[in-house]
């Protein structure tokens, strides 16, 4: 495998490029930043339910969809990529893909050790750090054709305050939510730190961490048929079809970190349009709100359905005894909305 030390790359090449290395059949170890910040969805994401697609066109933010799985994420230069590609047959890659996952997290624990973070692996896709377990790394693996990739960054700052921005939400309101929840989550090099080394420092750790775990063979040159495709693929991955299409999973849960996610439900009951918007902490149901043009009465009843689920293990039966035990209630009057309809907005079909 060679090492393909690529530095800062424009026209969204920080992630097309593994995608065409890997069409192509190269082998290798990638390093590289983005020159322009962008926003990239999962291939699993309903990116429409998951990006303000309006908003970050506002921003200037391009958004591009990957072909690796895991959440919408905002990338910027302040952040160094590694990305392995591997061909499937090959001896050296994990059978389980867990197995790869901490095999391959190792040197990147190794790099933030030596940058003065002790870090660990957080199954399945996240490295953490171990005395505040905030996120400073999220992953992703994948088949591409006929190799497998596994991508990951460096965080040396975060821009929380645009994350925040870039997400949907049916209500403004529960933004601020989502900025606090971040800014509690995600950590980064500086701010772990308080020094944020160089791009060329990062570069050259990465590199003596991962030669330790896979077999490298000297550097070379991204060939440029693997440009010009990587280019190609930048007006695939960013064309409406392609960041709309259905791939048979509808993701619309925002991922923070392992264990932390925001779901935005939004279910077309007969008395009305019901909004969900739950905030869900190792399983359980810290935050919730539902809103709506629906009609209850009393209306500050809803308070005590809200609470009421706080705490409550974010798993269908559970939250529909919630819900039951709420609209058993005498003194409410919820007309055209059943338990079926407020499970569909908080918890999906």
């Known amino acids: 495998m060679k090492v393909y030390r690529v530095g800062r790359q424009g026209n969204l090449r920080s992630i097309t490029l593994f995608h065409a290395m890997a069409r192509l059949g190269y082998e290798g170890l990638i390093v590289t930043s983005p020159e322009e910040t962008y926003v990239s ?6 990116t ?47 059978f389980r893909i867990e197995e790869a996952y901490r095999r391959f997290s190792g040197p990147v ?10 870090a660990e692996y957080r199954p399945i896709n996240d490295i953490v ?44 309101k529960f933004r601020d939510k989502i900025h606090k929840t971040l800014e509690e989550n995600i950590t980064w090099v500086e701010r772990e730190t308080g020094r944020k080394p160089s791009y060329e420092e990062v570069e050259n750790l990465l590199v003596e961490e991962f030669s330790k775990v896979l077999d490298l063979e000297g550097e070379a040159e991204v060939p440029e048929e693997a440009v010009k495709l990587a280019d190609q693929l930048k007006h695939l991955f960013t ?35 019901i909004k969900a918007e ?25 308070d005590t359905l809200e609470r009421s689920l706080i705490g409550t293990p974010f798993e269908r039966e559970r939250i529909l005894e919630r819900i039951r035990k709420f609209l058993q209630r005498e003194e409410v009057d919820f007309p055209g909305v059943t338990e079926e309809d407020l499970l569909k907005a908080i918890y999906g079909e």
Do not use: W
Not at 41 to 46: I, K, Q
Not at 68 to 92: K, N
Not at 137 to 148: H, K, L, V
């Open 41 to 46: 969805v999962g291939y699993f994401d309903r």
């Open 48 to 94: 429409q339910d998951i990006v303000d697609l309006e908003r970050c066109r506002e921003l200037g933010l391009p958004v591009i969809r990957r072909e690796v799985g895991g959440g919408a994420v905002l990338l910027d230069p302040d952040q160094v990529f590694y990305q392995i590609v591997m061909r499937r047959d090959s001896e050296r890659l994990p």
């Open 109 to 118: 624990i190794e790099v933030y050790r030596r940058l003065g973070i002790e």
């Open 129 to 172: 750090v171990r005395r505040n377990q905030r996120k400073i790394t999220g992953q992703g693996a994948a088949d591409i054709e006929r190799s497998f990739v596994f991508v990951g960054g460096i965080l040396l700052r975060f821009n929380v305050d645009l994350m925040a921005k870039i997400f949907k939400v049916p209500e403004e």
């Open 239 to 273: 064309s409406d079809d392609f960041l709309l299409e259905d791939t048979g999973r509808k993701h619309r849960t925002i991922k923070i970190r392992e264990g932390v996610h925001v779901r935005n439900g939004i279910h077309k009951a007969r008395g009305g349009l």
């Open 278 to 302: 739950v905030l869900i902490k190792e399983g359980l149901i810290e935050d919730v709100r539902i809103r709506g043009d629906f009609t209850l009465y009393p209306k500050d009843s809803l």
